[in-house]
Nanobody, 114 residues
Framework: VQLQASGGGLVQPGGSLRLSCAAS????????MGWSRQAPGKQREAVAS???????LYVDSVKGRFTISRDNAKSTLYLQMNGLKPEDTAVYYC?????????WGQGTLVTVSS
């Protein structure tokens, strides 16, 4: 299973970005999906997750600003990020749980700066 994340970039405070993460592989049976991030000099933290039935969870710092969603038919995960703040600057990683194993994407850099 390979995950390809995209959508990162440079955005001004208050702006928006949409991250995508597509999985490739045969006969995928994906359960939970999620996004984590790692800011410079900090540990990686979980940002949001979503179950196969669509139940989502968010870290407190992004609640009301970020929305996680998934397209099961396309094996693709999304993260809509609105109201971005400088403290959201980080490398964002997607991760999928497939048959008991967690797979990680390569990361996409989000920089929030004026």
């Amino acid at each position: 299973v390979q995950l390809q994340a995209s959508g990162g970039g440079l955005v001004q405070p208050g702006g928006s970005l949409r991250l995508s993460c597509a999985a490739s592989g045969s006969s995928l049976s994906i359960s939970d999906m999620g996004w984590s991030r790692q800011a410079p000099g900090k540990q990686r933290e979980a940002v949001a997750s979503i179950t196969v039935s669509g139940k989502s969870l968010y870290v407190d710092s992004v609640k009301g600003r970020f929305t996680i969603s998934r397209d099961n038919a396309k094996s693709t995960l999304y993260l809509q990020m609105n109201g971005l703040k400088p403290e959201d600057t980080a490398v964002y990683y997607c991760h999928f749980l497939v048959a008991g194993t967690t797979y990680w994407g390569q990361g996409t850099l989000v920089t929030v700066s004026s």
